[in-house]
């Protein structure tokens, strides 16, 4: 299991829920994949790329296919994949590990253009992830057929978390998430840059001067993805030519 790599250009992606008859990777990552085989550019899916509590086997089963079979063909013109495992995957580790072609990472730290940053999925620092696990997957299980109503689902549950972390810190000078906060410890750490997924929630913060976190966000309704590059960091999106 790999945890460390250098690397001049990485581009990451998060929650694509690959399975979920409502998410758009389904779709779209074969594309993605083509461009970063064109580019010569190396990719790390950040968690949750394959969906399994929301969707059922024949779809998962079906979606997977078609994109092994890209990644294969990418991994076969000399690129690194790498996965680094989420919440919603996370039962899904040792089958993942089967792919020879994918390196399977719990987190991953980057060196860049001399920089150093860190790439984790971010459910760890989710309080309600934490304190209630059982709970939190039985949620995300019965939220399943709101996905009809709105896709991102989760991304409204993100928000009120957020929302309700920001009312309990009122009167406070600084109005920052748990996920803000998670990445500034990081950051004392020695690194220079954090990604995470997770919220589904794309944004930059600078966090302290010179020193980002990113959010990759999500694709039930989108395409966003993080790029390093010479160890900058820029949130871009991709766009079907």
């Known amino acids: 299991m790999i945890i460390e790599t250098e690397l001049d250009r990485l581009m990451i992606v998060s929650d ?7 998410s758009w990777a389904s779709r779209r990552f074969g594309r993605f994949l083509e461009m970063a085989s064109r580019q010569r550019c190396s990719v790390c899916i950040n968690g949750d790329g394959l969906e399994i509590l929301q969707t059922s086997f024949a779809n998962l089963a079906n979606d997977t296919v078609r994109i092994i079979d890209r990644i294969r063909r990418l991994v076969d013109t000399g690129v690194s994949v790498y996965y680094v495992v989420g919440n919603h995957d996370i039962v ?11 390196r399977i990472c719990p987190f991953l730290n980057v060196k860049s253009g001399g920089r150093r940053i860190r790439v984790e999925h971010g459910h760890l620092y989710d309080p309600f992830y934490v304190k ?9 299980r019965a939220a399943g057929p709101l996905l009809h109503l709105y896709p991102d689902v989760y991304r409204v549950w993100s928000s009120y978390q957020r929302v309700k972390d920001q009312f309990s810190r009122r009167g406070q000078e600084e109005q920052r998430s748990v996920y803000h906060e998670a990445a500034e410890m990081l950051l004392k750490r020695g690194f220079d840059g954090v990604v995470f997924g997770h919220t589904h929630n794309a944004e930059v913060v600078e966090l302290s001067p010179g020193k980002l976190y990113v959010n990759s966000g999500n694709w039930m309704r989108g395409s966003p993805y993080v790029e390093i590059c010479d160890g900058k960091l820029s949130l871009e999106r991709f766009e079907i030519e």
Request: aromatic letters at 18%.
């Open 16 to 22: 694509l829920h690959v399975g979920n008859p409502f």
């Open 92 to 102: 899904l580790e040792h089958y993942l590990e089967s792919w020879s072609e994918i």
């Open 132 to 140: 209630y696990p059982a709970l939190y997957d039985t949620l995300t």
